[in-house]
């Protein structure tokens, strides 16, 4: 059985960034439990992934796996249109209670890229709406004709984006337009896609003072082009799968000065960050800033389902939708009561320990036990591999010189008893919350074990 469903999961089953001509490894699981991943020979692993930032607490915990039980036996999908439910309902109230009091409607999606792509579109119909012109419907006196005023061609320009470079905010193609055109995942679709405005990244350092001179370029688009721009949007504090990169709080609230000034709606993606992962419930929190729009995903689920949510103040709501003007989107499972009764599941849970302490201990771990990697009396440094490393909260970075081998480097890790996924030059740890000190031992074990060897 094994070796027959590996050779048809590698003749016919697409993996996420990989080709078919040269498909990566896979590894065939039977189960997953708490921190633990078992093969199906019998391997037993210890994740330090989350399944890609969600299984925060982590795999079939009981609350979660009952939760989702009981729903399924009530009600495991109904449309969201016209219809709405309990699990949804509480959800919502659940997270609102977990932001600032500004954040008023909520949008539910299927994915965080979908999550991104309805924040855009609602920045863009805001400043249509802002602008407080329009011209008459071009199908009027036809059956397209509406008897409200919703249906208006509005004048504004404010349609486009900035953003920073080494950004990443989904596959999707509003998502791709407002990722690294360079240095991203989806430079062969440049010419397919909207083109947004880009400024430097922000500079490395969360303790990093941000001088004039860092922001002088993202300033200068701005004010430039201060006419055509919808919102800025970026990931606060940690940028993902676009370099993993940790940066000052200080940048972003020189961002939010930045969108006061202008009139720009700022865009927070929590979708990676968001529920912990950072030591604060959000990133945006150590800036002590509020945006206007905020994405989350991954985690919002606890790794149960796929669920994100779009989340945004009556200010930016009502005005996108002024005159009665609707929000044109709808995913097919909007708000599905599985996922949302998963979610509600694990927030409560989230907020009934004190996840934070914990998260603390594991960025201390990861400092006291990865920051060696950066030392001259290090193996990897003494063989010029280590470029920098890099923590903050449950996140530990091993950014190496040269572009990793990953199915070596995986291999070498398994034969340590982990589960790690390397992308590009960066090998990095990001494990459930539950995590003991010594399956974080194993983690950090299995990585410098790989560095040094590949």
Known sequence: MLTTNLKFDKRHLWHPYTSTIKPDNTYLISSAKGCKIFLEDGTELIDGMSSWWTAIHGYSHPKLVEAVQKQAAEMSHIMFGGLTHSPAVELGEKLLSLLPNKFEHIFYADSGSVSVEVAMKTAIQYQFNRSGQGTPCPYANSQHNRRDKACLVRSSQRNKFLTVLNGYHGDTAGAMSVCDPINGMHSLFAGSIQKQFFAPAPPLGFDREITDEDFTEISKIAEENQDKIAAVIIEPI?????????????????????????????????????????????????????????????????????????????????????????????????????????????????????????????????????????????????????????????????????????????????????????????????????????????????????????
Request: hydrophobic share 45%; charged share 20%; glycine share 8%.
């Open 238 to 454: 940690v940028q993902g799968a676009g370099g993993m990169r940790i940066y000052s709080p200080q940048y972003l609230r020189k961002i939010r000065e930045l969108c006061d000034k202008y009139g720009f709606l700022l865009i927070f993606d929590e979708i990676a960050t968001g529920f912990g992962r950072t030591g604060k419930m959000f990133a945006f929190e150590h800036a002590q800033v509020c945006p206007d729009i905020i994405c989350v995903g991954k985690a919002l689920t606890g790794g149960m389902m796929t669920l994100a949510a779009m989340i945004t103040t009556a200010e930016v709501a009502n005005t996108a939708c002024k005159d009665g003007m609707p929000l044109m989107h709808g995913p097919t499972f909007m708000g599905n009561p599985l996922a949302c009764a998963a979610a509600k599941a694990n927030l409560d849970l989230l907020t009934s320990w004190n996840w934070q302490e914990k998260v603390l201990f594991i960025e201390k771990y990861l400092k006291d036990n990865l920051m060696p990697l950066k030392n001259q009396s290090s193996r990897a440094v003494a063989h010029g591999k280590v470029a920098d490393v890099r923590v903050i909260g449950a996140i530990g970075v091993v950014e190496m010189k040269e572009k990793i081998d990953v199915p070596k480097f995986q291999a070498a890790c398994i034969s340590q008893g982990a589960w790690l996924r390397p992308f590009g030059k960066l090998a990095y740890i990001m494990p459930p919350y539950i995590i003991s000190e010594e399956g974080l031992e194993k983690l950090v074990r299995a990585i410098v074990f790989a560095v040094e060897k590949i």
